[in-house]
T-cell receptor, first 110, second 110 residues
Framework: GEDVEQSLFLSVREGDSSVINCTYTDSSSTYLYWYKQEPGAGLQLLTYIFSNMDMKQDQRLTVLLNKKDKHLSLRIADTQTGDSAIYFCAAHTGFQKLVFGTGTRLLVSP | DSGVTQTPKHLITATGQRVTLRCSPRSGDLSVYWYQQSLDQGLQFLIQYYNGEERAKGNILERFSAQQFPDLHSELNLSSLELGDSALYFC?????????FGPGTRLLVL
């Protein structure tokens, strides 16, 4: 089945760009998502990309998809302390479910 | 606010007991999904319902069951609870592929 991998931790300074990476195994995944989880909260959908796209930009967020390498990244420009959270990459499989990565904890220091 | 509501927010119970978690999907969404988030297993898909019918099943234990009612709300029933069932249980809903998550129910089994 699908397997999604992420690095566990990223630390940046306020104002820098953050890049969170994700790899997946199932090339037939149609949609790839980024969700954000703040402490004690639910999963907030940040953005998603369809598998026939290479890039999607949404304000401070840029998603890059390399289908050949099955690599997805989320770039957050001008990272703020309020961006500190856990970011989950998720792949939509043919069976309607989402397969999540382990999450990357982003820590933004002032 | 995703538009998905879950009750209760917190639940504390004892081993061997049975609990029911409730989810109301976003208006117009026909699909409801249940996920479990625990420290050791991460985010795991449990089950999906579409317009009252079971559509897909994931790593759901036999002690757990779910249903979706004619008004599209869903309930997840957890029985013979064990300490290891302590987790955050999320409900998500979708109209097509993109899933929107509720705030979760935090279950603590003592």
């Amino acid at each position: 089945g699908e397997d999604v991998e992420q690095s566990l931790f990223l630390s940046v300074r306020e104002g820098d760009s953050s890049v969170i990476n994700c790899t997946y195994t199932d090339s037939s995944s149609t949609y790839l998502y980024w969700y954000k989880q703040e402490p004690g909260a639910g999963l907030q959908l940040l953005t998603y990309i369809f598998s026939n796209m290479d890039m999607k930009q949404d304000q401070r967020l840029t998603v890059l998809l390399n289908k050949k390498d099955k690599h997805l990244s989320l770039r957050i420009a001008d990272t703020q302390t309020g961006d500190s959270a856990i970011y989950f990459c998720a792949a939509h499989t043919g069976f309607q479910k989402l397969v999540f990565g382990t999450g990357t904890r982003l820590l933004v220091s002032p | 606010d995703s538009g998905v509501t879950q009750t209760p927010k917190h639940l504390i119970t004892a081993t061997g007991q049975r609990v029911t978690l409730r989810c109301s999907p976003r208006s117009g969404d026909l699909s409801v999904y249940w996920y479990q988030q625990s420290l050791d297993q991460g985010l795991q898909f449990l089950i999906q319902y579409y317009n009252g019918e079971e559509r897909a099943k994931g790593n759901i234990l036999e002690r757990f069951s779910a249903q979706q009612f004619p008004d599209l709300h869903s309930e997840l029933n957890l029985s013979s609870l064990e300490l290891g069932d302590s987790a955050l249980y999320f409900c998500a809903s979708s109209y097509q592929e993109t899933q929107y998550f509720g705030p979760g129910t935090r279950l603590l089994v003592l």
